[in-house]
């Protein structure tokens, strides 16, 4: 892949994974609680789920931003891949915790993490490659 489609695709996905944070981790939640939700034991409303739906939501914002010009952002992005990885992994270990009730975590968010966090990892550019398109100060732009 040259690294127009490259940049092509990153913008497109950097923009769906900032419009599922912005606009889905609620109803996913209120959808499907066992693979989304980390209720904690709480019944009904949960705090914590509002403090999770409102980073996810702000990361989606900045996401969406990012999209428009993938290379001045690469640091944001990189939080992403990473704070992805860390996040799911500690998610996966804690879903064998509680009796067994967080396992449908395995079939959902934890999942979901590692894939965002793949495929944002693959399309980036990095290295050498990544401070030559940086520098030239403008994304490129497929044909």
Wanted: hydrophobic share 55%; net charge positive.
């Amino acid at each position: 892949m040259n690294d127009a489609r490259r940049l092509a695709c990153l913008r497109i996905v950097l923009a769906v994974v900032g419009l599922i944070a912005l606009f889905a981790f609620y109803p996913l939640m209120l959808l499907w609680p066992s693979g989304w939700a980390w209720d904690a034991g709480h019944e009904g409303h949960s705090e914590y789920a509002m403090m999770i739906v409102g980073i996810y939501a702000t990361l989606g914002v900045f996401l969406l931003i990012a999209s428009r010009e993938p290379m001045r952002h690469l640091s944001l992005i990189w939080f992403t891949v990473w704070s992805s990885v860390v996040h799911g992994a500690i998610m996966a270990v804690q879903s064998f915790g509680g009796a067994g009730r967080h396992l449908g975590h395995l079939a959902g968010d934890v999942p979901a993490l590692f894939i965002v966090a793949a495929v944002l990892a693959i399309l980036t550019p990095r290295g050498g490659k990544a401070r030559i398109l940086s520098r030239d100060g403008r994304d490129v732009r497929p044909e």
